[in-house]
């Protein structure tokens, strides 16, 4: 059987969504390329969730709808969170190559949440090609820790997060944190 004709392996994994107004709980569907591979893929602008439970953002642990099915704008998520770093997929396809890496704290924010986590990158790190260089509009972020702005109750504490680095207001290395004496 050829690459072409095999068919490929798909599971689902678990994700917790954050959009402007929603928190969304459910799984998606993921190939051999991961979690970082569907999101990122140019041939579709949109994602499903299955057995989705979505909360409002101002009441993020109260259940407002279930769904079986729900499809998202990828263009209009903040974040993905996952349960497991494995499901972000190959590591030459979570940190774009082979060449070694290091990782980066950092703190980010984005309209309704603060984030910090740490990046990998190749080499010394430069905030403008990440934030503008290549196709991948979603970069993970290592154990990341998600708080709501002006819902502090809104906690996510992740071993990998995807982020939509076109949704990203603030930007800091940890490392550059003034320390009060």
Do not use: C
């Amino acid at each position: 059987m050829s690459p072409l004709t095999s068919p490929r392996t798909h599971r689902f994994v678990s994700v917790d969504v954050l959009t402007t107004s929603y928190r969304i709980v459910g799984k998606t569907m993921v190939s051999n390329t991961g979690a970082i591979g569907m999101i990122n893929t140019p041939t579709s602008s949109f994602m499903e969730i299955h057995d989705a439970r979505l909360a409002r953002i101002h009441m993020p642990t109260k259940l407002a709808d279930h769904f079986e099915t729900i499809r998202l704008a990828k263009e209009r998520l903040y974040l993905i969170s996952l349960s497991r770093a494995e499901d972000l997929g190959p590591q030459a396809i979570a940190r774009g190559g082979y060449a070694q890496t290091r990782r980066h704290a950092v703190f980010m924010t984005a309209q309704n949440y603060e984030m910090e986590g740490e990046i990998e990158w190749q080499g010394r790190f430069d905030f403008s090609i990440m934030m503008k260089d290549g196709t991948s509009n979603f970069i993970p972020l290592y154990d990341a820790k998600i708080n709501g702005i002006i819902i502090p109750t809104l906690k996510i504490d992740s071993p990998a997060v995807l982020f939509n680095r076109n949704q990203i207001d603030l930007f800091a290395l940890l490392k550059r944190r003034h320390t009060e004496e």
